[in-house]
């Protein structure tokens, strides 16, 4: 028997042909999104996007499900008939306003060239201002689901997104019959039928203790978002691995799989990947390393952490505390220096040597010691997830002489956000919430083995790799097998499918003591400007996006 995951990125999407008895990945097929990420102009043209905008277009997910699935079949000389279930895993916050029947306001032509219509990505930072407001009016209130989130709700989140939406185009929320994340969108799309997952509404939509946030607390943020669960949303939640519906007629004929075959409830990239490490015991901390890094780990008690993006009960292990927090920019400020930074002389250098340009500035890097280029960064290209929990914050270099190459820039980049990922595992740990193993997921982690030593050697610690290189399309998997009845949980599922990679990066004492020494003054970096207020000396990188802003 077989099951299917397939993980939606930020860029594509992948699915994984899995075979239950051992968790063996049978086939993979990937589709990127013809319209990508959506931040300069919407695809049918008309005014530039403001800055801090990321969206996408709905249909380029289901192209996703045309496309991938028939070809893992075809790949895997797979019968139909012996796959048991599907699973989707989103990344999220991402969000789409529709009609009652589940059409995406964007294809409404009346609402066609209105951004506000379309998919909101994760990385969607326009909503900056209605986060500041939902914070303030949540410590005003003394609302107690806030310390679940770390004291503070991004705006990346559901409720920060839905709020801009009212305040900027009320007519496309008047239309909006629902809001829903794109992640139990495309399971509506798959079965016919709309389902909303605890995961997304536990982390991103401050579902705490059996229920979102008063009808009071919302009226206080706007008098017409006082209804907006109830008139947009719904308040029955499905658990993780439970069954959202059978495969429909439709969905079948675009996948080649049987009619009623099991579709998953959604769940997140993050969090439904912890269990391909094989194990959903407390104390794991997993990181899914990619364009961005999240955090997820399982405790037994309930804990304020500072900067977490949440604690959730069931929200990654039914029974158990779910912890998040990450950094929002880890990948894509690697792949940010490589697009836009890189001199000719290391292109040219790199295609002497056959290599691509990640692969050449690592190893020019990776011969040096570390301290040796002088450098040191902060990593908020795209702001800062956690612990500041702060979008506002900006990148920072410092060291640059005329002696400095991009080899010296990469690998401080690259110690930048293993500084970062450094001050969310003593956030932890400095509040109760013990880390026992380090587990790294994701593109990256296979990729790039000069990170992941300094993610060693900067963390002290032993850092295990999952044994999948696709660990979100196969955690999906995972929890489809355990909705079709395959397993009893998604604790057996783990113990059957999943699994460590043979590789470990350990620390190297004598790197250890210069990593320290460096983190330190990261650490004074981090605070000094991440901490202060825009009024204050530290303030500057506010400052300067506000400069930026009035210009747009």
């Not at 999906?476 to 470990?504: E, K, N």
């Amino acid at each position: 028997m077989y099951t299917i995951g397939i993980d939606f990125g930020s860029e594509s999407g992948r699915a994984l042909l899995v075979r239950l008895a051992d968790g063996a990945e049978i086939a993979t097929a990937v589709h990127p999104y013809g319209d990508g990420v959506i931040d300069e102009r919407l695809p049918d043209g008309g005014p530039a996007l403001p800055p801090d905008w990321a969206l996408q277009n709905p249909d380029d997910y289901v192209e996703v499900v045309k496309r991938t699935v028939p070809e893992v079949l075809r790949a895997g000389g797979v019968d139909p008939t012996e796959v048991i279930g599907i699973g989707i895993d989103f990344t999220a916050c991402t969000m789409l306003p529709t009609l009652r029947d589940g059409t995406p306001l964007c294809r409404v032509p009346e609402f066609r060239g209105e951004p506000h219509a379309w998919v909101k990505l994760w990385k969607h930072h326009a909503a900056q201002p209605h986060a500041d407001r939902i914070n303030e009016t949540a410590r005003r209130r003394g609302e107690p689901w806030l310390p679940r989130y770390g004291g503070k709700i991004s705006s990346e989140w559901f409720f920060s997104k839905a709020l801009q939406i009212l305040e900027e185009a009320p007519a496309v929320y008047r239309a909006a019959d629902r809001l829903i994340e794109a992640a139990d969108w495309i399971v509506w799309q798959l079965t016919g039928v709309e389902t909303r997952n605890t995961c997304t509404a536990g982390y991103k939509a401050m579902y705490q203790d059996g229920d979102f946030p008063s009808r009071d607390y919302f009226a206080a943020l706007h008098p017409d978002f006082a209804d907006v669960v109830d008139e947009k949303m719904s308040r029955e939640l499905a658990p993780l691995g439970g069954l959202a519906g059978g495969l429909s007629e439709e969905a079948a004929r675009w996948t080649g799989l049987r009619p009623g075959t099991a579709v998953a409830v959604a769940n997140v990239d993050a969090h439904v990947t912890l269990p391909t490490a094989g194990t959903v015991e407390p104390g794991t901390m997993v990181m899914i390393m990619g364009t961005s890094t999240c955090n997820v780990l399982v405790g037994q008690a309930l804990n304020d952490v500072e900067g977490m993006c949440g604690a959730v009960m069931g929200g990654i292990v039914p029974g158990q505390y779910g912890y998040e927090a990450g950094q929002s920019g880890v990948g894509d400020i690697f792949a940010w220096f490589v697009e836009r930074a890189v001199p000719p002389q290391a292109h040219h250098a790199a295609r002497e040597v056959g290599l691509d340009l990640h692969g050449y500035l690592a190893r020019e890097a990776a011969r040096q010691r570390p301290g040796e280029h002088g450098l040191l960064a902060l990593d908020w290209w795209n702001g800062n997830r956690s612990v500041l929990v702060d979008v506002e914050l900006s990148g920072l270099l410092i060291g640059m002489t005329l002696a400095t190459r991009p080899e010296d820039i990469y690998r401080a980049l690259l110690e930048a956000t293993a500084f970062g990922q450094r001050v969310i595992v003593e956030g932890f740990e400095a509040t109760g919430v013990p880390v026992r193993t380090l587990i790294a997921a994701g593109g990256l982690p296979g990729k790039n083995p000069l990170l992941m030593q300094i993610y060693a050697d900067v963390l002290q610690r032993d850092i295990h790799l999952v044994r999948s290189e696709q660990a979100p399309a196969l955690g999906s998997a995972m929890h489809a097998a355990v909705a079709a009845g395959a397993f009893p949980d998604i604790a057996a599922a783990a113990r059957a499918m999943g699994g460590l990679s043979d590789v470990v990066y350990r620390p190297v004492p004598e790197r250890v003591a210069v990593y320290d020494e460096l983190y330190r003054d990261y650490r004074y970096l981090h605070d000094l400007f991440g901490r202060a207020r825009r009024d204050q000396p530290g303030g500057v990188m506010k400052r300067l996006r506000d400069r930026r802003a009035a210009r747009a």
